[in-house]
């Protein structure tokens, strides 16, 4: 067991001041300072999660995290998801499609039909977005426009993840935010602002 103290001068380069060759082991870590969604996305993948920036499991054993001292700012993506499955609309029903003005399998979709979604509203925030890559492959991306909040999705799928202390500067917690944090036991400095659904999945919040 290993841990770690850092503190991040400039947002951005958490991934810099941890030793390539000790990330696998390092299972407790202290971050100080300002972080945005690149750090974040970093951050998971040293907890496990899997998701299109880290598309195998985490390289790494974090189980502690404590971000008491830091500062996340908004507006950059921490999590990126393949979309599948269907888009609907049914502001414009059309006889021949039912209820629905569109129904789109976004496995396969056509440039016409992406044009039709591409300002697709996932979220009332508008912190999800759709995305399209250059081999026609739709993606979600989370990100958070406010500064000092935890949103959705933004550790969701931390498998190693047991205990993390939020910034004092959290202003509220989102929905999903910890989806599916399945050995989390203890969450410290929790804001008054705490979605309902942010602990699903969780066994901390299990009945």
Not at 168 to 197: G, M
Request: aromatic letters at 10%; hydrophobic letters at 35%; one cysteine or more.
């Amino acid at each position: 067991m290993q841990s770690d103290t850092v503190t991040v001068q400039e947002p951005g380069t958490l991934s810099t001041l941890i030793d390539a060759n000790n990330r696998n082991k390092i299972t407790s870590l202290t971050v100080n300072g300002t972080i945005n969604g690149d750090d974040i996305s970093f951050l998971r993948n040293l907890a496990g999660a899997i998701d299109v920036y880290n598309p195998s499991k985490g390289i790494g054993s974090l189980m502690n995290l404590d971000l008491s001292e830091a500062k996340i700012n908004g507006g950059m993506p921490y999590a990126v998801f393949y979309a599948d499955g269907y888009i609907i609309s049914g502001k414009e029903p059309i006889p021949e499609k039912g209820v629905f003005s569109y129904s789109y399998n976004l496995s396969d979709i056509t440039d016409s039909q992406w044009k039709t979604i591409v300002n697709y509203k996932l979220d009332d925030r508008g912190d999800m977005f759709l995305e399209r890559d250059s081999t026609g492959r739709i993606y979600i991306s989370y990100h958070t426009k406010d500064n000092d909040v935890i949103g959705n999705r933004m550790f969701a799928d931390c498998q190693n993840l047991r205990t993390i202390i939020l910034p004092h500067s959290t202003l509220r917690i989102d929905e999903d935010a910890f989806y599916n944090c399945r050995s989390l036991q203890q969450v410290n400095n929790l804001p008054a602002k705490v979605s309902k659904k942010a602990f699903r999945e969780c066994r901390l919040y299990e009945k």
